[in-house]
């Protein structure tokens, strides 16, 4: 479970987060929405502890983010908003570096390497160095990584940002196996779509604070609107072209 609690965060004069809170129960998708720039990836940061809050708390399976950071490591795989790669390491080498770093090793890391390769049809360049990949084989490899040791909480950035209709439905289909197996599962996303289809519970930000949150059904509920994209438009006040 992940669990966000009155988190505040500025950047000089720009507060980011401005007393946000939720939670993101196991077993479940959550899906983390909001315009641009209302805090969702400063959010996420937190929470898999790169940032640490100014004011208020991020607990995850109940570790703190701050005094449990090591803690929190083991027990999160993340894809992040910066999708960089090592050059001149291949697909298969990154998935491996960061499998040794969660202590993964010998035949049975090997075995779960080759198992992500075939789940995100990697196959035709996890052996190429990564110094040219495309937006999407970048996204496979990270998401990969976040993988190779089979965490509890997932945190997403965009999960699907530069993959073809295939790839997404690949990736769809791989959150919802996770979130079976009761692992918890919070992801970001600008697609009203893929949010609707694979999300139970939506959770939506806009300067810096949680301004709703439930199920679809719940939320068109609240605000009497019968679409996600409206609803969205309805909490935040946002025009179209912010998100």
Known sequence: MIEADGLIKSFQSVRALDGAGFIARDGEVTGLIGPNGAGKTTALRILYTVMRPDA??????????????????????VLPDSLGLYPRLTGREHIRYYGRLHGLGGNSLERRIDELIELLDMGEFADRRAKGFSKGQTRKVTLARALVHEPPNLMLDEPTNGLDIPSSRAVHKLIRRIRDQ???????????????????????????????????????????????????????????ESW
């Open 56 to 77: 208020g708390a991020a607990r995850v399976d109940g570790l703190d983010t701050v005094a449990d950071r090591r803690k929190v490591q083991e027990r999160v795989g």
């Open 182 to 240: 009761g692992r918890c599962v919070l992801f970001c996303s600008h697609i009203m779509q893929e949010v609707a289809a694979i999300s139970e519970r939506i959770v939506v930000i806009a300067k810096g604070r949680v301004v709703a949150a439930g199920t679809q059904g719940e939320l068109l509920a609240q605000t009497g609107q019968s679409d996600l994209e409206e609803m969205f438009l309805s909490v935040t006040g946002a025009p179209a």
